[in-house]
C-alpha cells in the first residue's frame, strides 16, 4: 500500500494513470480511497488525467489519531503530499467534508489550483448540521455497522435513492454492517468534531480559481440555498444543480456528477 509519512502520519493514498493534468478527490467524512474505486477508469483511462485519492488522517487506511484535531489540520496534510509526489499543479475535488478542506487549501494554496470543485458543502457548518453530526457521533457509539448504516444513511442518500434502489442500499448495508469496527468508529467520532465549529464564509471572496460547486436538489444536508450564499461570494464561480441527486451525489447520480466534474476540469 502507498504511505508517505506526512507531519508524523501515516498518510494512505492512491495515484493512477499518467495524464499530464492531476486531479485530487477529497472524501467525504465517511468516506475513504475505495469509496472512489469505480471513477478510476473514467478519469484515468477514458479521460487521460492522473488521479490523486487521498485519505485523511483517521479515514481509510491512513494512520488513526488519538486525540482531537481541527480540519484545518488535512490541509499542509495535502500540500506536504503533492510536494513528496512532485506534483505542482492540481484539479481539486471535493465533497463535504473534502469540500470544506478544498476551501482552506484554496485560501492557503491557491497557487496550485488548476481549478476547484465543491460538491455538496457549505462554507459554514449551519446548527442542522451540527445536529445531523450529534446523531452521527451517537450513532458510532454504539459500535454497530447495521444499526449505524439504518441511523445515518437515510439522512444522506435522497428520499428519491432510497425508493428506487433498494437491493442496493440493502447490498450496501450487508457490506458496511460487517466492516465497520470500533476503531473507525472512534475515527469518525473525531472527524465528526474537527468540522464543527468550521466557518470559511469570509475566506470566499479571497477564491479567484475556476470554481465549479455542485448541489443536489434533495441535499438536505447542505441544501442549495446554503451552497447558493457560497456562489453568491466566490468570484465568477459557476454552479451546477443535480436534479433529484442528495447529499451523495457522486453515487446518486454518477453520469451527471462526473459530466460535471470532467466539463468544467476540460475547459480549465
Not at 509526489?85 to 496550485?112: C, D, P, R, T, W
Not at 459500535?143 to 444513511?153: A, C, E
Request: hydrophobic share 40%; charged share 25%; proline share 2%.
Amino acid at each position: 500500500m502507498p504511505y508517505q509519512n506526512i507531519n508524523g502520519v501515516k498518510i494512505h493514498y492512491k495515484l493512477d494513470g499518467s495524464g499530464s493534468e492531476t486531479i485530487v478527490l477529497l472524501n467525504g467524512i465517511m468516506m475513504s480511497t475505495a469509496s472512489w474505486q469505480d471513477f478510476v477508469p473514467i478519469y484515468t483511462e477514458e479521460n487521460n488525467y492522473q488521479l490523486l485519492r487521498v485519505d485523511f488522517r483517521d479515514q481509510g487506511l491512513s494512520e488513526k489519531q488519538t486525540g482531537e484535531y481541527n480540519i484545518k489540520i488535512h490541509v499542509d496534510d495535502l500540500k506536504q503530499l503533492l510536494d513528496k509526489l512532485e506534483i505542482k499543479k492540481i484539479h481539486l475535488v471535493g465533497i463535504s467534508y473534502g469540500a470544506m478542506v478544498g476551501i482552506l487549501f484554496a485560501n492557503k494554496y491557491q497557487n496550485m489550483l488548476s481549478s476547484l470543485i465543491l460538491s455538496n458543502t457549505e462554507a459554514k457548518v449551519t446548527n442542522y448540521l451540527q445536529s445531523v453530526s450529534n446523531i452521527w457521533e451517537e450513532a458510532a457509539r454504539l459500535n454497530d455497522g447495521f444499526k449505524f448504516f439504518d441511523i445515518s444513511m437515510p439522512l444522506i442518500y435522497s428520499d428519491y435513492f432510497y425508493n428506487n434502489n433498494k437491493d442496493w442500499l440493502k447490498e450496501r448495508r450487508d457490506q458496511l454492517g460487517k466492516a465497520l469496527n470500533k476503531a473507525w468508529f472512534e475515527s469518525l467520532i473525531r472527524l465528526s468534531k474537527s468540522s464543527k465549529k468550521f466557518d470559511s464564509m469570509h475566506l470566499l471572496a479571497d477564491i479567484k480559481c475556476p470554481t465549479l460547486l455542485i448541489g443536489g436538489t434533495r441535499d438536505i444536508l447542505t441544501p442549495v440555498y446554503e451552497m447558493e450564499k457560497m456562489y453568491e461570494k466566490i468570484p465568477n464561480a459557476k454552479m451546477l444543480i443535480i436534479k433529484d441527486a442528495g447529499h451523495a451525489s457522486c453515487y446518486e447520480k454518477t453520469t451527471e456528477f462526473n459530466a460535471a466534474v470532467l466539463g468544467f476540469i476540460a475547459v480549465n
